[in-house]
C-alpha cells in the first residue's frame, strides 16, 4: 500500500461533544480530485509549467485552496458527493482507487463541527482521524496510486449551526526604524 499524507487547512483533536445543534442537518460534501504532474523532466529543469485546472474546480472555489496547497501542474475533478446527517449519525462516500470515506459528524461547538472520519479498504479500515472543522474550513487527504497520480479528497461541512465568520486580525504598527549613521570605512578600503 502507498502512502496516505494528511493536509490539514483547519486542524484540532475531538476531546469532548456536546448536545448543541445535535438534530439539525449538516451537509458533508467530498470531492475527489486526480492530481499529477504533467512533465517530470519539465519539473526537473525548473522550467515554469503551467496549470491547467478542471473549470468545475473554479466554481466551487476549491482551485484557489489547492494552488495555496499543492504544486502539481493539472487537476481534474473526478466525483463530487454530498449527504446530509446530523450529530451522531455517519454516511460513507466511496472515493476514486477503491477506498471508502466514512464520516460521522459528533458535535458542534464554538462554530466548529466535531467528526470521525475512517478510511476503508475493502472490509480492513487503513485510517481513523478524530477532527475538528471550523465552519468554512476544508480538510484534505492525498493518496498516491501510481508514481504520478495522486487523489485528493477534499472534505468540507455547512449546517445553520455552522457559520463561516471573517477573521480580522490586528496587524501591529511596527516601530519607528532610528536612522542609521554611516559607519567609517577604514584607509584601506576604498569605496566603489
Known amino acids: 500500500m502507498l502512502p496516505l499524507w494528511i493536509a490539514a487547512i483547519s486542524v484540532g483533536i475531538v476531546y469532548a461533544a456536546s448536545d448543541a445543534g445535535r438534530d439539525q442537518p449538516i451537509k458533508i460534501q467530498v470531492e475527489s480530485i486526480q492530481a499529477r504532474y504533467a512533465d517530470t523532466s519539465a519539473v ?3 522550467r515554469s509549467v503551467p496549470v491547467r485546472m478542471d473549470p468545475r474546480l473554479n466554481q466551487s472555489g476549491l482551485s484557489d485552496r489547492l494552488r495555496l496547497m499543492f504544486d502539481y501542474s493539472e487537476y481534474q475533478l473526478v466525483r463530487r458527493q454530498s449527504a446530509n446527517s446530523t450529530c451522531g449519525g455517519a454516511v460513507a462516500f466511496n472515493l476514486p482507487g477503491g477506498h471508502i470515506l466514512h464520516v460521522a459528524p459528533l458535535a458542534v461547538e464554538d462554530n466548529e463541527l466535531a467528526m470521525d472520519l475512517a ?3 475493502g472490509d480492513r479500515m487503513i485510517m481513523r482521524l478524530p477532527f475538528r472543522l471550523s465552519a468554512g474550513g476544508m480538510l484534505m487527504l492525498v ?25 480580522v486580525v490586528p496587524v501591529p504598527q511596527m516601530p519607528a526604524i532610528p536612522p542609521v549613521e554611516p559607519i567609517p570605512l577604514p584607509a584601506f578600503i576604498q569605496p566603489w
Open 44 to 46: 526537473a529543469l525548473r
Open 119 to 121: 478510511m476503508f479498504e
Open 143 to 167: 493518496d498516491q496510486h501510481a508514481p504520478n497520480r495522486f487523489y485528493i479528497t477534499a472534505i468540507s461541512a455547512e449546517g445553520p449551526q455552522l457559520r463561516p465568520q471573517a477573521s
